[in-house]
């Protein structure tokens, strides 16, 4: 409490006045009167008497306006008996549960930022809660697919394909010591950027291929099939240029015709009930390509023939690793399918690997970089390398097991080799112009030609193909009455083992 004599010059001229007359012990009696009115008013009495002009009064308006906002009252200042100390209590036990329920958010806060989340600037700890769990949930796909794979994993985390411990050595050592050992790791985690493409690549090849099972059907001409298998696939990859969309046109084979058809505008083909079709279609993100192919029968007389060509692909995949040579893969592969026998239609088949079809490796933007990985013995005694990405792929047959050309073709690809040719005919220059912009060295069909607005264009094509710049890849077939099956994975040579990265539930 302030000595008597500064209260009293505070109140005016006339208290000053006063003071001469009244006994002290009067003076003192009578005090806690006079200052009780200034503080249960909260200051309206001296707001009165003071002028507003005169210095320091806003400060001292201010000090005493904190003084009433404030929810606990000071120790020092005497207040009113009765409600004002239970209004008083009942404010401190307010404060204090914000006070516990602020401190609760920033707990949480501090929490899921040591997690690694970011926090967004000016938003509230509750905005900011909601927008981190948005950011690292997964979204679910719709039916039919339509959300892009890069959507629905927005972290940029995509699903890993099935992981192989590489095959011992012939001296009978175990590779496991790759998993394990930290230059190996460090070099898997340098490789990061482009195994996440190969991954973000084969996550949409999975969700469209289990899309395509759930409608394909007799009676649908392949036309259909494949463009709209094709739509999806560009959805899901989000078409972007050259940085993302498709590797190669969509092949639907069907019985004896084994690789390289798909439908040109006005082909008539359609789906039957007694064919065996095989799907081959590929994506790619930053030219990383899946290649990847299944078979698609209606008739369960073929489930023998599916059966030894999947187990075929898989004995390759397992076999296949880090200086593994290709001719053993080959060998592999032809000792697994041959020993199966198919009946159809009454008639036993040994089911025979097509000898002049293969797998190959896959370089960026190349789908056939170089390598070749045989279906059968012989073949190159070339080894696989560390970092190498492979297309392991076999064909079965119940005809002669040899492949040729035949039908009109479809499939093309620019000569990934070939240096400046100079061209005459202005519309070959044109349509060169056309394939650098939208394929590159990537293959393209003819419909694909028509989508982009081409016309008239099979001359110029023609004198492409001519002068080397182009080459046509025609429909490989065996003999007819025969069936053919193909099944197809890529895997990656990690320096810590091997991914199967197109690896499904489905095969």
């Not at 207040?79 to 100390?85: C, I, R, V």
């Not at 094709?230 to 989000?238: G, N, V």
């Not at 620019?414 to 293959?443: D, Q, W, Y």
Request: negative net charge; glycine residues 8%; charged residues 30%.
């Amino acid at each position: 409490m302030p000595p008597a004599h500064v209260s009293t010059l505070t109140t005016g001229g006339s208290q000053q006045l006063m003071r001469h007359f009244v006994p002290r012990s009067l003076m003192m009696a009578e005090l806690p009167r006079e200052v009780e009115p200034q503080l249960l008013n909260g200051g309206d009495l001296v707001e009165e008497r003071e002028d507003p002009a005169a210095p320091g009064v806003v400060k001292k308006k201010r000090r005493k306006k904190k003084r009433r906002n404030k929810v606990a009252t000071p120790a020092g200042t005497n207040e009113a008996e009765g409600d004002g100390e239970a209004r008083g209590v009942a404010d401190v036990t307010k404060q204090l549960e914000q006070q516990t329920l602020e401190d609760k958010e920033r707990e949480e806060e501090e929490e899921e930022e040591k997690d690694g989340e970011e926090d967004g600037d000016g938003e509230n700890s509750a905005g900011k809660k909601k927008k981190k769990k948005k950011k690292n949930k997964v979204k679910g796909q719709t039916d039919p697919p339509s959300i892009p794979i890069c959507e629905l994993y927005p972290s940029g985390d995509f699903p890993k394909g099935e992981e192989c411990e590489y095959p011992p050595s012939k001296d009978g050592r175990s590779a496991a010591w790759r998993t394990n050992s930290e230059e190996k790791r460090a070099l898997d985690m340098a490789n990061e950027e482009m195994w996440s493409d190969f991954r973000e690549a084969a996550e949409a090849h999975r969700q469209v291929r289990t899309y395509v099972r759930s409608w394909i059907k007799p009676g649908m001409t392949m036309i259909d099939i494949c463009e709209k298998l094709e739509d999806c696939s560009r959805r899901l990859i989000k078409e972007n240029g050259l940085k993302a969309g498709l590797a190669f046109p969509t092949g639907c084979s069907i019985n004896h015709c084994a690789a390289h058809y798909t439908p040109n505008a006005g082909d008539p083909t359609v789906l039957r009930y007694d064919d065996v079709c095989k799907i081959d279609f590929g994506t790619h993100v930053n030219g990383r390509i899946i290649d990847c192919a299944f078979t698609v029968t209606f008739n369960p007389k073929y489930d023998r023939l599916l059966e030894a060509v999947r187990d075929a692909t898989n004995a390759g995949i397992k076999f296949a690793g880090i200086d593994v040579r290709l001719c053993d893969v080959g060998e592999t592969i032809q000792e697994v399918m041959e020993s199966y026998e198919v009946e159809i239609d009454g008639k036993t088949y040994q089911v025979k690997p097509i000898r002049n079809l293969n797998g190959h490796s896959i370089g960026q933007y190349r789908i056939h970089s170089g390598k070749t990985v045989p279906i059968v013995k012989g073949g190159e005694a070339t080894r696989m390398e560390e970092g190498e990405a492979y297309a392991i792929e076999t064909f079965g047959s119940t005809g002669r097991g040899a492949v040729h050309d035949d039908m009109d073709c479809s499939h093309y690809m620019k000569n990934f080799n070939v240096g400046h040719v100079p061209i005459r005919l202005p519309r070959a220059k044109h349509l060169l112009n056309v394939i650098n912009e939208n394929f590159s060295t990537l293959a393209f069909c003819r419909r694909w030609l028509d989508r982009l607005g081409e016309s008239k264009y099979l001359m110029a094509l023609k004198n492409l193909c001519d002068l080397g710049l182009i080459d046509p890849y025609p429909p490989l077939c065996d003999i007819r009455g025969s069936y053919t099956a193909q099944y197809e994975h890529t895997i990656l040579l990690r320096p810590t083992c091997k991914e199967v990265v197109s690896r499904g539930d489905d095969y």
